[in-house]
């Protein structure tokens, strides 16, 4: 799994958390901060100042979920309640870039089970169509559901950050510092740091 990564120029340390977490990972140009979502293989993450670069790691490529996407369909169109056929056709849609409809899958996973980690991925298609103020509501009620799911205050940080509300984004690390414990508070704590240029001692 470190090959691909090497060959390009990414750091290990990114690589390690994305081979650990198995999760969608999207890089904020400007905070630097990678953000998850579930069970996805693509990764997004902006080296420098260049265009993000998206690579697949542990999972299908994109051409793999393109090829997927008619089996995925007819699997929701069987059994249009199943939440997991529903998860993997959002996964298919999102990673082809389908936002439109990945978004419309997740509405309907929601209206079947309204849950904090569903939330949190429907904001992450919102946020990658651009519609931000949409993603932004979407992260908030992920974390009103689980104010421990350490994600939806990275993603939600990151877009505030990347629009330039550095104190809001902030706030919000300091929202989720107070409610989440361990490795995960360390993951905050980092990107906190890094919005500040502020450095803590333990």
Known sequence: MLRPVRRLGMPILVLVTLAATI???VGCSS??????????AVTTITV????PQRLVVGGKTVEEYEAALPDL???????????????????????????????ATYQKMLELKDDAFTRNNYGNVLRDWKRLDEAKAEYEKAISADPTLVTAY????????????????????????????GEDAQRLQTFKERLTGATTTT
């Open 154 to 181: 990275l993603n939600l940080a990151s877009v505030l950050a990347a629009e330039g509300n550095t104190s809001e984004a902030v706030a919000v690390l300091d929202r989720g510092l107070a409610a989440i414990t």
């Open 23 to 25: 999760l969608v990972a």
């Open 48 to 51: 420098g100042s260049g265009e």
């Open 73 to 103: 369909e007819r699997a929701v169109e069987a059994a249009p309640e199943d939440l997991a056929a529903l998860q993997e056709l959002a996964i298919a849609q999102y990673n082809t870039g389908r936002y439109e409809e990945a978004a």
């Open 31 to 40: 905070a630097e901060e990678p953000t998850t979502t579930s069970a996805g």
